[in-house]
């Protein structure tokens, strides 16, 4: 009875290692596995951005005149390879990048989206954006580019990050819409008047 008292505790011993050490090469493999499996980029990504016109309008409580733009953007993107077993959820984002005189770079993040599941991981958006200012007061002769950027977020281990290029993502800021600078100088007028 002895004898199989202790084969049954050193079988149980064995387990417990197997199940142990099982768990433990799991657990380093999901953390440590986005340092070993390179970040894959998007099967296909398309992204059109056109400025449609540029504004003025008032931006602070200062009375100061500031130039806005209006924008159209079309995304075509395909982001189910990104998805796998360790993959919770994929964050992307439409940057635009810009210098002007004032400043070396400017960034702003035009669009964001959430990719909770694969299913959703196909993305086609025909979008007309509402207007973004910059902290200069102008958009003259500023040229720019715009990029698809995403994090990929896991369920356990480190958060990598993705960008998307093309060649032809420049874009120059077209001149002041002249109606509608119009308008808004008017409408501008009136607040102050009545303000």
């Known amino acids: 009875m002895r004898k199989i008292y202790i084969y049954a505790s050193h079988v149980i011993k064995f387990i417990k290692w197997i199940i142990v050490t099982y768990a433990a090469t799991v657990f380093f493999l999901m953390l440590f596995g986005n340092f070993i499996l390179p970040t894959p980029s998007p099967i296909s990504s398309r992204v059109d951005l056109k400025i449609l016109k540029i504004i003025q309008n008032e931006f602070n ?4 005149i500031y130039e806005s ?3 159209e953007m079309n995304v075509d993107a395909d982001f189910t390879p990104l998805f796998t077993f360790n993959t919770h959820s994929i964050f992307v984002s439409l940057i635009i990048e810009y210098e002007t005189p004032t400043h070396s770079c400017n ?3 035009l669009w964001s989206f959430i990719i909770r599941n694969r299913t959703s991981a196909v993305l ?7 207007t973004f200012n910059d902290i200069t007061p102008s958009f003259k002769g500023v040229n720019g580019t715009y990029m698809m950027e995403w994090n990929i977020i896991p369920r356990l281990g480190v958060l990598r ?6 060649a ?3 874009f120059t800021f077209p001149k002041l819409h002249m109606v509608w600078n119009l308008v808004n100088m008017c409408l501008i007028k009136w607040h102050q008047h009545f303000a």
């Open 69 to 71: 733009a209006l924008v």
């Open 168 to 170: 032809d993502a420049l």
């Open 124 to 130: 086609q958006i025909h979008q007309e954006m509402n």
């Open 107 to 109: 960034q702003i993040a």
């Open 61 to 64: 409580e200062s009375k100061e």
């Open 161 to 166: 990050h993705g960008r998307a290029h093309q």
